[in-house]
C-alpha cells in the first residue's frame, strides 16, 4: 500500500499534484464532460466520470480523513487502518477482496496523505458490482483482532526504517516539513514517528475505524464505461444500505502562526553522493484562497511557479543552469490542493564547483529579479497554454481523473471547481502573478534544508 512519500508530501495543486505524485492534475470542460455528482440517503457523496474509450472501470472510495487528523500521541494510525482494511471481514475473510481482484485480472491499492485516505480497483466493468459489494462490506464488517494488529504493526515500522530511516533524502524532507510548520499537524509525517508507531494498539485503530471509517465521511468515485444511472442503482444496492456509524467531528486544525524567521535544516550523510537544496514556503491552498477571500491567488500561484521554476523554459532554469551553470538542475511547484494552507516549493542540484551556499544565494538574486521583471503577454499566454494542455492530456488517464476529482472534494473544493478551474486559470493576469510572488516569496515564511555528503574524515 501507498503512503504519502516526501515526494507525495510535496504534491501539488490541481496542475502540479499529478504531475509529481500521480501523473498529471486538472480539468477541462473540453474533455471531461457528463459528470455527475449525487449523494445517497446515508451521506455518501459520488461521482461519476462517464469515459466509454474501453469496457473498464476505476472504482475509488475517499475518506475524508488524514494523517492531519490523528488524535494527539498515534501519529501513523491513518496509515497503519489503511493496511488493517485489507486484512478481511466475515464474510470475505483473509485477503479475499485482494484475491477475487486478482482473479478477474484487476488492480488495486490504496494510499494515505495528511488530508485523505483512499482504496481503488481498476476492473472490466462487468465486475463493478463486485467492487462495490466487497467495498462496502469492509467500510462497515471489518475484523480486527490483535494477531491480526500486531504484525502489521511490525510492517508499518519497517517500512519507516526502509522507506525514511536509511534514506537521507527521505529523512531531510520529514525534517523540513516538521521545521516548516509550527503548529499544523502538515508538520507531521503520514508514516508517523517510531516513537507513536510502536505503541499504536487494537483499541487504537478500531477507534479510528468506528469514528471515521462511515459512509457520511465517504466518497465514492466511479470513472469509466459506465453513466450515472447505473451507477447510482448499484451504489443503492450496497453502499445505500449501510448505516451511519458515527458523525465524524469537524475538521479544526490549528492555525498556524505568523513565520517571522527563515529556518534551516541540514543533513550529512556517507549515503548521500549529490548535494541538494530544497526551500518550502508556506503559502495559500486553493481551499483556504477562497476561504480567506482571496479569490484568483491560488491559480495565480500555480502558475507563478510554473513560470519561475516549472521547467527547462523557466527563469531560474535559464538563468542559473543553462546561462550561469552553477546548478545541473533546477524546479519547483506550488502545493495547492490542501484542505489547509499550501506549500510553494523549489528545489535545485549544484553544479561541482559550487557550494550549496552560493547556489542559495543564486537562486534568491533570481527570484528577486523575476519579481522585477515583465512578464510578457507572450510569456504568458505560453505557460497558459501548456499549463492547460498537460491537463487535458493528463485526462487521458481514468485513474488519473478520478485521483483528481477525489483530492479536490476531499480538500473542501467541488465538482465545479475543478470543472471550471481552465477557465480560472485563463483568467490570471501578469499583474497577479507578480503580486502573488511579492506577497509570499518571503524568506522568513520558509524552511531551507541542505542535504550534503557527510565529510571525508567521517567516512573512514
Do not use: C
Amino acid at each position: 500500500m501507498n503512503h504519502r512519500s516526501p515526494v507525495f508530501r510535496l504534491a501539488a495543486s490541481f496542475f502540479v499534484f499529478v504531475l509529481v505524485a500521480l501523473g498529471l492534475p486538472g480539468s477541462a470542460r473540453a474533455f471531461v464532460k457528463d459528470v455527475a455528482n449525487f449523494t445517497l440517503k446515508n451521506g455518501m457523496q459520488v461521482v461519476v466520470i462517464p469515459d466509454h474509450r474501453a469496457p473498464v472501470v476505476t472504482h475509488m472510495v475517499w475518506y475524508k480523513v488524514g494523517a492531519a487528523d490523528e488524535p494527539v500521541g498515534q501519529a501513523g494510525i491513518a496509515h497503519f487502518l489503511e493496511h488493517l482494511m485489507f486484512k478481511g471481514t466475515p464474510a470475505n475473510p483473509n485477503g479475499a477482496f485482494s484475491k477475487y481482484v486478482a482473479s478477474v485480472g484487476g488492480q488495486e491499492n490504496a494510499f494515505t496523505s495528511s488530508d485523505y485516505t483512499a482504496y481503488f480497483q481498476r476492473v472490466a466493468k462487468e465486475h463493478l458490482a463486485d467492487m462495490m459489494r466487497l467495498e462496502a462490506d469492509r467500510m462497515e464488517n471489518l475484523v480486527l483482532t490483535k494477531d491480526v494488529v500486531d504484525p502489521e504493526r511490525d510492517v508499518i515500522m519497517e517500512e519507516r526504517r526502509s522507506r525514511t530511516d536509511n534514506n537521507p533524502s527521505a529523512q531531510l524532507s520529514e525534517a523540513l516539513e516538521a521545521t516548516l510548520w509550527f503548529e499544523h499537524p502538515y508538520g507531521r509525517p503520514v508514516i508517523g514517528w517510531m516513537n507513536e508507531m510502536e505503541k499504536l494498539s487494537l483499541e487504537d485503530a478500531i477507534s479510528y475505524y468506528d469514528r471515521y471509517y462511515t459512509p457520511n465521511n465517504a466518497i465514492l468515485i466511479v470513472a469509466g464505461d459506465v453513466n450515472a444511472d447505473e451507477v447510482k442503482q448499484l451504489a443503492e444496492e450496497t453502499y445505500g444500505k449501510l448505516e451511519r456509524r458515527a458523525e465524524p467531528p469537524p475538521r479544526l486544525r490549528p492555525e498556524e502562526p505568523v513565520h517571522r524567521t527563515h529556518r534551516m535544516v541540514r543533513l550529512e550523510s556517507p549515503l548521500v553522493t549529490q548535494p541538494s537544496l530544497t526551500r518550502s514556503y508556506v503559502v495559500p491552498s486553493y481551499t483556504t484562497a477562497d476561504r480567506k477571500g482571496l479569490a484568483g491567488e491560488a491559480e495565480a500561484l500555480d502558475l507563478f511557479a510554473e513560470l519561475l521554476a516549472g521547467g527547462s523554459t523557466s527563469a531560474l532554469y535559464q538563468k542559473l543552469v543553462v546561462e550561469e551553470k552553477v546548478a545541473v538542475s533546477i524546479g519547483g511547484y506550488y502545493r495547492g490542493t490542501a484542505l489547509d494552507d499550501g506549500e510553494l516549493v523549489f528545489f535545485a542540484t549544484p553544479a561541482p564547483e559550487t557550494t550549496l551556499e552560493q547556489l542559495e544565494a543564486a537562486i534568491d538574486r533570481e527570484m528577486a529579479a523575476f519579481l522585477k521583471s515583465e512578464i510578457t503577454e507572450e510569456t504568458l499566454a505560453r505557460v497558459k497554454r501548456s499549463v492547460i494542455a498537460t491537463s487535458v492530456y493528463a485526462q487521458d488517464s481514468q485513474q488519473t481523473l478520478a485521483r483528481v476529482f477525489g483530492t479536490a472534494l476531499t480538500t473542501g473544493r467541488s465538482v465545479e471547481d475543478v470543472l471550471g478551474w481552465t477557465d480560472r486559470i485563463r483568467a490570471v493576469t501578469a499583474d497577479q502573478i507578480l503580486s502573488v510572488g511579492l506577497k509570499y516569496l518571503d524568506k522568513n515564511q520558509s524552511a531551507t534544508g541542505y542535504l550534503l555528503p557527510a565529510p571525508e574524515a567521517s567516512r573512514s
